[in-house]
């Protein structure tokens, strides 16, 4: 939805609190003392109780808003800015949109949002045809370290799996000069090492078995054929990289550029949540205005906590 469309559903914190209750009681709210799905709303207090042994759950007690002290309509303007752009804004830019004194609470929100999207694309295997190639990504050290080494190796360069799945696109509709495949999904993981143990268990827990997957000659890609169907290993001079594998090359130049134009100073530490709002929201590129009712709903039914 547009800024306007947005402002007249969630003018005020009452209606936001009317919304998510409605979605909570939809996902529906489980009893975290004997389990059971059937619950009362008591309006005073603004509590669900359970029908079975009457434990009272908070409206936000087992959703992302879990212990939080924003109001509810913070969050619900902070999930519009973030799904109705395609790229996104800095914690910083929210603060100032929100008019909020402080910045951490608003920098952890966003961060939590963040979390839930990765938790919401790690529900799904990439199928079909896969592109599989590792990406650099620079990051600011939180403390500076001596001697700094160069290339692959740096401290300064997160390693990062990248994963696309794409399908043929039909002759009729292939345009002149463009690539010869359609974009489905996406998957980006921050990973310690290059090694082929690290990508193997990587691939396992992301790609389907019955996938076919195109990769570069990198050594530690020679293993994964007991892991997919097929296992197609291209040796690929580097400026012929973007015609072999073009969409993983194409993503982690979006990404790099979407990245760097807004985040100026990622860590190591939270660069997977920034690249998991990237992924998901490539992802449900064609949801239109139901991309924000989807985060809504992985608000709902997913804690940050792991």
């Not at 939805?1 to 979605?23: A, G």
């Not at 999207?117 to 896969?130: A, E, F, H, S, V």
């Not at 310690?192 to 396992?204: C, F, G, R």
Request: glycine share 4%; net charge positive.
């Amino acid at each position: 939805m547009n800024l306007l469309d947005f402002i007249q559903s969630f003018p005020d914190e009452e209606s936001c609190k009317l919304k998510f209750r409605q979605i909570r009681e939809k996902e529906g709210v489980i009893c975290r003392k004997c389990g059971n799905k059937e619950h009362y709303w008591l309006s005073t207090i603004e509590h669900f109780k359970c029908k079975k042994c009457g434990t009272k759950t908070t409206l936000k007690s087992g959703t992302v808003l879990e212990n939080t002290k924003l109001p509810i309509r913070y969050w619900f303007v902070a999930m519009h800015l973030i799904t109705s752009t395609k790229k996104t804004f800095s914690a910083l830019e929210m603060q100032r949109q929100l008019g909020h004194k402080y910045y951490e609470p608003i920098w952890a929100m966003m961060h939590k949002l963040r979390i839930i999207m990765g938790k919401r694309d790690n529900r799904y295997y990439l199928t079909n045809n896969i592109e599989l190639d590792e990406g650099f990504f620079e990051v600011s050290l939180e403390e500076k370290e001596k001697p700094l080494k160069r290339g692959r190796g740096s401290q300064r360069q997160a390693k990062v799996l990248v994963m696309t799945s794409q399908e043929p696109v039909k002759k009729k509709n292939q345009k002149p000069n463009k690539k010869t495949s359609k974009l489905r999904f996406i998957k980006m993981k921050v990973l310690d090492s290059l090694n082929s143990d690290t990508i193997e268990t990587q691939v396992a827990e992301h790609i389907h078995k019955k996938a076919t997957v195109n990769t570069d000659g990198y050594r530690s890609y020679s293993n994964l054929k007991d892991y997919v169907k097929k296992h197609v290993s291209n040796i690929v001079p580097p400026e012929e990289a973007s015609n072999i594998l073009p969409w993983v090359h194409t993503m982690i130049a979006n990404a790099k550029r979407n990245l760097l134009g807004i985040h100026h100073m990622m860590t190591l530490n939270y660069i997977q949540n920034y690249l998991d709002e990237f992924c998901y929201k490539v992802n449900r590129r064609y949801f239109g205005e139901n991309i924000f009712d989807r985060l809504l709903i992985a608000s709902v039914s997913t804690t940050w906590k792991d």
